[in-house]
């Protein structure tokens, strides 16, 4: 027979040609190919076999699409954040060091090498925390909200590596054309921080204000048992609660105070920050407990509080999913440095996160005086995990002047193409000159054979050659390199637009 009335949301397949379906408008979000669009009926019969599940699934629908959400996001939007992550620590890292200015490469300069340490710092991350989500997803685990963080900290992660990029291209970044391999990219990261769940709601309600409920090992069971008024049930699971809320608060001061050194951790070149990790850990589920009680209820509604628990588990997780990275890989001695710069960074942001939820506890409350006495046990030295030096950013994109380097840690999914149609692939083929033809500069340089005003640069290296200052084959490896390098600065002209 027929169903009717109000059957709630159903998923279900029908033929785009079906009576009544309107179908095949599309939206434009910002130039960027991302098919989306309205689909609309009036009258649509739909027979019970085109229902996904049958007749057992009709009003299932909204479960069905947050079941799909909560693996998707955490595949689709980490994957494209990884491109773009990926794109532009390899772009970046090539442009400058071939770019130059004042006859000097841009990378050169502090302002311009520290953001570049930062964008080797955003790609490992995001390749990372997208290898996670992923491997959680390929071990039929459900995710809900280690997507959510996934889907959130990528696609932040890719706008501040797309915003870092844009300023270090100058020019370069700004003209629209075939040449311009980033205007696509910086357009499209708006619909990666909107869609499968906006930034600002999946930090400030989804990502603890969810999690906090899913992951307590005793929340759930208590709310379940007031709602089914067993006393009895109820009474055992505080008990169970209270014992857990010593333990972990014993845990978290002895750590606290002996910087780890309570905890069972690793060691080796790692078991400071093993040590670290745990000791947020166990600070992290205690100041949930105080909020808890101190706050209760509230807490869905004290967004920024749940932001900033957002924001420490994140960090948390970023660190260990670097770590993972690093083992799986075979701990290749090169990339330790990188991730060392990883950890500092995340160990800083997690610490200050947790430092600001002790500093926003309601100034009027009775019990402010516990939180503050608190806060002095948990943090005696304050926020004392230094963010990353600026010795190691700079060291890093020293490092990125190696394009194996970059190839291998950086960039390991870039896709090149060819060089006819794509122009990181005449990136990648220009830097290649660029070692011995900084090497022949600097040592022309160094002899005092500077270039005079009036002379070409043919002039200049045929008049060097005759010297026999350099070679036949190094003028040619230097005409080469300086055509190579103008390709690569310049950026498309039209007759009209």
Request: with cysteine; aromatic share 8%; charged share 20%.
């Amino acid at each position: 027979g027929v169903l009717d009335g109000d059957l709630g949301i159903t998923c279900a397949l029908v033929p785009r040609n079906a009576k009544g379906l309107t179908i095949g408008r599309r939206h434009n979000p910002l130039d960027v190919l991302f098919h989306n669009g309205p689909i609309q009926g009036k009258d649509v019969f739909v027979p019970l076999d085109e229902i996904i599940g049958g007749e057992e699934y009709v009003g299932k629908g909204w479960q069905m699409l947050i079941d799909c959400l909560s693996i998707g996001r955490g595949i689709s939007l980490p994957s494209l954040a990884n491109a773009g992550a990926q794109l532009t620590a390899f772009s970046s890292a090539f442009y400058t060091n071939m770019r130059e200015q004042f006859n000097l490469p841009v990378a050169k300069f502090e302002g311009v090498a520290e953001k570049l340490g930062q964008l080797a710092i955003n790609s490992y991350v995001v390749q990372a925390i997208g290898e996670n989500a992923s491997a959680m997803v390929a071990n039929n685990l459900k995710p809900a909200i280690s997507s959510a963080m996934a889907k959130y900290a990528t696609t932040n992660i890719m706008r501040e590596s797309a915003t870092i990029a844009m300023d270090v291209h100058g020019g370069k970044a700004i003209m629209k054309g075939n040449k311009n391999y980033l205007e696509e990219l910086y357009r499209s990261v708006p619909i990666g921080i909107t869609v499968e769940g906006a930034n600002i709601l999946t930090r400030s309600m989804i990502i603890f204000g969810q999690g906090f409920l899913r992951c307590h090992p005793y929340l759930r069971g208590e709310a379940e048992a007031i709602t089914a008024e067993d006393k009895d049930e109820f009474h055992n699971l505080l008990w169970q609660h209270y014992q857990h809320i010593s333990k972990i608060k014993a845990r978290s001061y002895a750590a606290s105070w002996s910087g780890g050194w309570t905890l069972y951790t690793k060691g080796g070149d790692l078991g400071k920050h093993h040590r670290r990790l745990a000791t947020l850990s166990a600070q992290f589920a205690f100041i949930v407990e105080l909020v808890l009680i101190f706050i209760g209820g509230d807490i869905k509604r004290r967004e920024a509080v749940s932001g900033r628990f957002a924001d420490a588990w994140m960090s948390m997780q970023a660190a260990i999913a670097a770590i993972r990275k690093y083992d799986n890989e075979g701990k290749q001695e090169d990339a330790l440095p990188l991730l060392l710069a990883i950890l500092a960074q995340m160990e800083n942001q997690a610490q200050r996160a947790l430092i600001e939820i002790m500093n926003n506890f309601p100034a009027s409350s009775s019990i402010s005086y516990l939180v503050k006495a608190s806060r002095l046990v948990l943090f005696p030295l304050g926020n004392s995990y230094k963010p990353v030096t600026d010795k190691e950013l700079l060291h890093l994109a020293d490092t990125m002047t190696d394009p194996s380097w970059v190839m291998k840690n950086l960039a390991p999914n870039l896709y090149l193409g060819d060089k006819a149609s794509n122009p990181l692939a005449v990136l990648e083929e220009s830097y290649i000159l660029m070692e011995p033809f900084f090497e022949l500069k600097k040592r022309v340089k160094k002899g005092g054979h500077s270039k005079q005003p009036y002379e070409t640069l043919e002039e200049y290296l045929t008049t060097l050659t005759k010297n026999k200052i350099i070679t036949a084959k190094e003028k040619t490896l230097w005409l080469k390199a300086h055509k190579a390098i103008q390709e690569v600065v310049s950026v498309d002209d039209f007759a009209t637009l």
